[in-house]
């Protein structure tokens, strides 16, 4: 991808697919260590009941657990569980 003088870039258009954008969509670049995500932040067009399957497709991968564990994220969201105890 090659920036122009403007400073814009073409968002391809299997990525703009994936993510559900299109005319009026607003997203925004996020700078991480990585480098900078694509974020949509609004606009995205709703997905269809039947296209439910590929709007979850399309989602996964998008979720940063800083490098935690499914069950790391889940003891660190849900908090201490102390008063469950052991009988």
Do not use: C, H
């Amino acid at each position: 991808m090659r920036l122009t003088e403007k400073g814009q870039v073409t968002i391809p258009k299997d990525i703009r697919d994936r993510l559900n954008i299109g005319p009026g969509s607003e997203v925004d670049f996020v700078a991480d260590e990585k480098g900078a995500r694509l974020i949509v932040v609004a606009g995205g067009k709703a997905a269809e009941p039947d296209d439910f399957a590929a709007w979850l497709k399309s989602r996964t991968g998008t979720f940063d657990t800083g490098g935690m564990t499914a069950d790391e994220y889940m003891d660190w969201l849900r908090g201490s569980r102390d008063d469950l105890g052991s009988d």
